[in-house]
């Protein structure tokens, strides 16, 4: 089972909503990121051992202009509530995730300049009943890109 797209569109949608607050503007610098994410999976059939992967990427002014920092957009979801500020944010949101699947999700995250980390918890509802997700990440600036 593949979890990836589901951070990379948590984490999109996160940075995305950014973008919309007009007084805002999280305070991450441009450069080479790494960032590692552990998520933890939870159902009454089965429960998966906590899985942690490390990417690398080049994040530019421009991406975090644009909100486009670090991921990109997901269609599939939508912002139920946000606080943004500079140095982090609270986003709660829900997505569809096709074949009759769901999740929400809260998150919070904080920024400061060369580093961020955060929390994400959410519920996937599909045909298998339940699931209980929560992600745990952290990034770091390496400098350059």
């Given at each position: 089972m593949q979890h990836r797209p589901l951070l990379f569109t948590t984490t999109a949608l996160l940075l995305t909503s950014t973008?919309?607050?007009?007084?805002?503007?999280?305070?991450?610098?441009?450069?080479l990121w790494e960032t590692t994410t552990t998520?933890?999976?939870?159902s009454d059939q089965f429960n998966m051992p906590p899985m942690t992967q490390t990417t690398t990427e080049c994040v530019t002014a421009?991406?975090?202009?644009?909100g486009q920092a670090f991921l990109?957009?997901?269609d599939s979801c939508e912002v139920i509530e946000k606080e943004?500020?500079?140095?982090?944010?609270?986003?709660?949101?829900?997505?569809?995730?096709?074949?009759?699947?769901?999740?929400?999700?809260?998150?919070?995250?904080?920024f400061d300049?060369?580093?961020?980390?955060?929390?994400?918890?959410?519920?996937m509802q599909?045909?298998?009943?339940?699931?209980?997700m929560k992600i745990?990440?952290?990034g770091k600036r390496l400098g350059d890109c």
């Open positions: 973008a919309m607050a007009a007084d805002a503007q999280p305070d991450v610098k441009p450069g998520t933890t999976m939870l421009e991406d975090i202009d644009k990109e957009d997901n943004v500020r500079e140095d982090g944010m609270d986003v709660s949101m829900s997505c569809d995730q096709g074949e009759g699947g769901s999740i929400t999700m809260n998150s919070s995250m904080t300049g060369d580093s961020m980390n955060g929390i994400i918890t959410g519920t599909g045909p298998m009943g339940d699931m209980d745990e990440l952290s």
